[in-house]
């Protein structure tokens, strides 16, 4: 497996409000770091560093014009504007110190004014980040701009290593770097942020990213996104909701966060109705009923004969997980892998895994070593 990691996706260390606790978020940088650590010391794979904060100046301005146009085709310009300015605003202001984040204040919730629309963009700085997010868990530090860009970053390296067809380099500028399969050590996450609500740990939508390079490397028909995160991935969901060109499929715990997405009737509309599929399990799951259900996924995958596919990888689905409540185990991710990889209408198809949550340090590497074992061995 190709492996793709940029040091600047660690410097996103930020707060949190969780179960009434005001704490360091669970989404930290630890998390890649293990992972790298397991990968490295496994030997088994090629990891390639990436160095996005050169491409990244002092006002967050991104040089990339590739990076900043995958960006801003597929998320609201006012949006990225806060998420690049906001924290040295708050700081300016004397609202907080160099070293904390910005946390919302006051949300624009539905009702709230009666006339149903959404409320003009606020001047107030401690309106913008309840105007521009829809949960306490996704603070903003001074290096999360920085970070969520080299995290998106991967995720347009990866769709450029997956397709072969570029449109802007001659063909054979790159020939090392075609890859079938590679990994994306993307922090911080992004399947629960929309094109302007940050949420669930995440910025900027990882896998939205990935589909608009994928099309810009010259991917021309189907792409399919599967969804393995504990959590419903409400942001991609909603990006791809009315569009036939991308299958979503996920797997998450029913009823669980963000609490108001993920349901079975929830199928895409427009052309893109029957395109979204949601396979909610309950709290407790076994790996039998996860299999079973994973299955399902397949099948419907199989249908669809993408010409690429992204796996939305979290391993917040490990017993033991704090925001999770199934039951696998380390060996189940190995099986899981192998699954989807030993169908036969998947295993060509080429292949993108994007990180997304997981909050059991000491376990988040061996992991993605099962899952990487699996998705490896079976092909
Ligand atoms: C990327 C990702 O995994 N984001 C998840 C963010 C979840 N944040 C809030 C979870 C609240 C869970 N509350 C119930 C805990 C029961 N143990
Ligand atoms: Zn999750």
């Not at 070293?99 to 963009?121: A, L």
């Not at 996920?250 to 929830?266: A, C, D, K, R, V």
């Not at 396979?279 to 039998?288: E, I, M």
């Amino acid at each position: 497996m190709r492996v793709l990691h940029d040091k600047a996706t660690l410097k996103h260390k930020t707060v949190e409000i969780l179960g009434a606790k005001f704490i360091d978020a669970l989404e930290c940088p630890q998390r890649v770091a293990n992972i790298l650590q397991a990968i490295k010391e496994n030997g088994q794979h090629s990891i390639i560093a990436f160095d996005a904060a050169k491409q990244i100046g002092e006002d967050g301005t991104i040089a990339d014009s590739l990076l900043s146009q995958m960006i801003s085709d597929s998320h609201d310009a006012a949006y990225l504007t806060h998420l690049r300015t906001i924290h040295a605003e708050w700081v300016a202001l004397g609202n907080i110190e160099a070293g904390e984040s910005v946390i919302p204040e006051c949300f624009p919730v539905m009702g709230i004014s009666g006339t149903g629309d959404r409320p003009s963009t606020p001047r107030d700085s401690f309106a913008r980040p309840g105007y521009y997010s829809f949960d306490l868990s996704t603070g903003i530090c001074k290096d999360t701009w920085l970070a969520a860009c080299a995290s998106a970053n991967l995720a347009v390296e990866a769709a450029r290593c997956v397709v072969s067809g570029k449109d802007k380099e001659p063909a054979d500028s790159q020939p090392s770097r075609a890859c079938k399969e590679v990994l994306a050590l993307c922090r911080p996450p992004g399947h629960h942020c929309t094109t302007r609500l940050a949420g669930g740990y995440c910025y900027i939508n990882n896998a939205v990213v990935a589909v608009h390079a994928l099309r810009h490397f010259g991917a021309k028909t189907g792409v399919a996104i599967l969804d393995l995160d504990f959590h419903h991935g409400n942001g991609t969901q909603a990006y791809f909701y009315g569009d036939a060109s991308v299958l979503y499929v996920s797997l998450h715990g029913e009823g669980e966060y963000p609490y108001y997405s993920g349901s079975t009737s929830e199928i895409g509309q427009g052309s893109g109705a029957g395109f979204n599929v949601n396979l909610p399990l309950p709290a407790r799951s076994s790996f039998v009923t996860y299999l079973d259900t994973l299955n399902v996924a397949i099948e419907r995958l199989e249908t669809y004969a993408p010409e690429c596919l992204i796996v939305s990888l979290g391993f917040d689905t490990f017993h033991s997980d704090p925001l999770g409540s199934f039951d696998l185990q380390t060996e189940h991710y190995g099986e899981i892998a192998a699954a989807v990889r030993r169908s036969r209408g998947l295993r060509e198809v080429p292949s993108i895994l994007l990180l997304e949550g997981g909050y059991v340090l000491d376990d988040l590497g061996p992991n993605m070593l099962s899952f990487l074992k699996g998705w490896e061995l079976s092909v």
